[in-house]
T-cell receptor, first 110, second 113 residues
C-alpha cells in the first residue's frame, strides 16, 4: 500500500461546478497537510496548509482533514477554467518525511 | 507567501557538458532545500535534500557524483548536472522550507542534445 493515495483522474467538470479532490494516507503519524496546484511546466504552488482535523477555508477553496479516517479533501467552489491544473496533496511528520500524492489532473470546461 | 526562484528557467546543452541550476529563497531563510525532477505527466520525484552547510542526502538511485548539490547559504542552493546526457533531459524543480510547508520554484527545463 502506498503511503499516500490519490485518484490521478483526469477529472473533467463544467465551469461553476463544485470540485472535490481527495487523498487517503496510511501513516497516522502525519501531522501537517498541504494542497498544491501545479500548472503544466510550472512548479507547484501552495494552496492550503492545515494541521488539525476540521475545515479551513480560503476564498473558493476549502481544505478538510479527517485524521481518524486518514482522509483529506480539497473543495473548489464555482470552479473556473483557470483552475484546470494538477492538484497534489502532501503531508509531513514534524519537519521531515514530506510525502506527495501522485496528483489529480483537473479540467474545468467552459 | 514565500517566494522561491530558479535560474535558468530553460537550458539547452550538448551531451557531455555540465549545467548548473540555481535555487534561491527570496524572502526567507531556508534551512532545508529539496531538488526534484519531473518527467512529462508524471509526479515529482525527490532527488535530494540539502541542509545549509552540510552534505546533501540523496534518494536511492540518484547518483550523487552526477547531480552535485551545494547549499552554501540559507538562501541559495545549486544543482549541477555533470556530463549531461539526453536521458537527463527533464524538468528540475527546487523547493525550500523554513518551518513546515515547502515552497517551490518555477522549475528549470533541461534539454540535452
Amino acid at each position: 500500500q502506498k503511503e499516500v493515495e490519490q485518484d490521478p483522474g483526469p477529472l473533467s467538470v463544467p465551469e461553476g461546478a463544485i470540485v472535490s479532490l481527495n487523498c487517503t494516507y496510511s501513516n497516522s503519524a502525519f501531522q501537517y497537510f498541504m494542497w498544491y496546484r501545479q500548472y503544466s511546466r510550472k512548479g507547484p504552488e501552495l494552496l492550503m496548509y492545515t494541521y488539525s482535523s476540521g475545515n479551513k477555508e480560503d476564498g473558493r477553496f476549502t481544505a478538510q482533514v479527517d485524521k481518524s479516517s486518514k482522509y483529506i479533501s480539497l473543495f473548489i467552489r464555482d470552479s473556473q477554467p483557470s483552475d484546470s491544473a494538477t492538484y497534489l496533496c502532501a503531508m509531513m511528520i514534524g519537519g521531515q518525511n514530506f510525502v506527495f500524492g501522485p496528483g489529480t489532473r483537473l479540467s474545468v470546461l467552459p | 507567501g514565500a517566494v522561491v526562484s530558479q535560474h535558468p528557467s530553460r537550458v539547452i546543452c550538448k551531451s557531455g557538458t555540465s549545467v548548473k541550476i540555481e535555487c534561491r529563497s527570496l524572502d526567507f531563510q531556508a534551512t532545508t532545500m529539496f531538488w526534484y525532477r519531473q518527467f512529462p505527466k508524471q509526479s515529482l520525484m525527490l532527488m535530494a535534500t540539502s541542509n545549509e552547510g552540510s552534505k546533501a542526502t540523496y534518494e536511492q538511485g540518484v547518483e550523487k557524483d552526477k547531480f552535485l548539490i551545494n547549499h552554501a547559504s540559507l538562501t541559495l542552493s545549486t544543482l549541477t548536472v555533470t556530463s549531461a546526457h539526453p536521458e537527463d533531459s527533464s524538468f528540475y524543480i527546487c523547493s525550500a522550507r523554513s518551518g513546515t510547508p515547502q515552497f517551490f520554484g518555477p522549475g528549470t527545463r533541461l534539454t540535452v542534445l
